[in-house]
């Protein structure tokens, strides 16, 4: 099944927005699950990720300190704060199986079987 995201809205400039993401497909223990954003004309960007065996997570420098990921079993969550108008996009999880040498981020951007998406607006 695809992922189902959650969460998205209207916030403006420093506002703040927790979104949420049923993995509840993927909850094997050495899955690493993620958050991509898109906007229209550009091509898919990784936000951030986490791995679900040990917490170990990593954030893209656009979000780095303003940014907090977090799962539960079923559910991956992305919290940003301090939001710019750069945030705005088409906010997606992702999740795959960790290779034995690569990392979070290349696993998760080998995902295709991607759900709806939850539409993120942030206005100055």
């Known amino acids: 099944a695809r992922p189902v995201e959650s969460g998205g809205g209207s916030v403006q400039t420093g506002g703040s927005l927790r979104l949420s993401c049923d993995v509840s497909e993927y909850t094997r223990s050495d899955y690493c699950r993620g958050w991509f954003r898109q906007t229209p004309g550009r091509e898919r960007e990784w936000v951030a990720d986490?791995?679900?065996?040990?917490?170990t997570e990593s954030h893209a420098d656009s979000v780095q300190g303003r940014s907090t990921i977090s799962q539960d079993e079923n559910t991956l969550f992305l919290q940003l704060n301090n939001m710019h108008p750069e945030d705005t996009g088409m906010y997606y999880c992702?999740?795959?199986?960790?290779?034995?040498?690569?990392?979070?981020?290349?696993?998760?951007?080998?995902?295709?079987?991607w759900g709806q998406g939850t539409q993120v607006t942030v206005s100055s």
């Open positions: 986490i791995y679900r065996r040990d917490g």
């Open positions: 992702a999740a795959a199986l960790k290779g034995l040498w690569g990392s979070c981020q290349s696993a998760v951007a080998t995902f295709r079987n």
